[in-house]
Nanobody
Framework: VQLQASGGGLVQAGDSLKLSCVAS????????MGWFRQAPGKEREFVAG????????NYADSVKGRFAISRDNAKKTVSLQMNNLKPEDTAAYYC?????????????????????WGQGTQVTVSS
């Protein structure tokens, strides 16, 4: 399974960005997908996750109400819409996939549960 993330960039506080991740996984709907981020000197942290059907989502408290994760199973893509960005959102963002074999499996926040990882895309938010 290969994951290719894109969409990062340099923006100002309050701006929006949309990250996308294209997967080679099949069937894509059997994978939970997640976004994680890692800032310099910090541990990787969970940002958002989505079940195979897209019906169940999970967010870190720090991004609730600002970020939205979605997926298009026909296009094998997962997206992260990020609004009202803050300087503390600056990090490398990674998409990750976890095979569940079900479209309705619960979404985990543990990065160890995700076996497949993209290369990361940098998001930098200036104040």
């Amino acid at each position: 399974v290969q994951l290719q993330a894109s969409g990062g960039g340099l923006v100002q506080a309050g701006d929006s960005l949309k990250l996308s991740c294209v997967a080679s996984a099949h069937p894509f709907s059997g994978y939970n997908m997640g976004w994680f981020r890692q800032a310099p000197g910090k541990e990787r942290e969970f940002v958002a996750g989505i079940s195979g059907s897209g019906e169940t989502t999970n967010y870190a408290d720090s991004v609730k109400g600002r970020f939205a994760i979605s997926r298009d199973n026909a296009k094998k893509t997962v997206s992260l819409q990020m609004n009202n960005l803050k300087p503390e959102d600056t990090a490398a963002y990674y998409c990750a996939g976890q095979w569940r074999g079900s479209m309705r499996a619960s979404v985990t926040v543990r990065d160890q549960a995700y076996r497949y990882w993209g290369q990361g895309t940098q998001v930098t938010v200036s104040s």
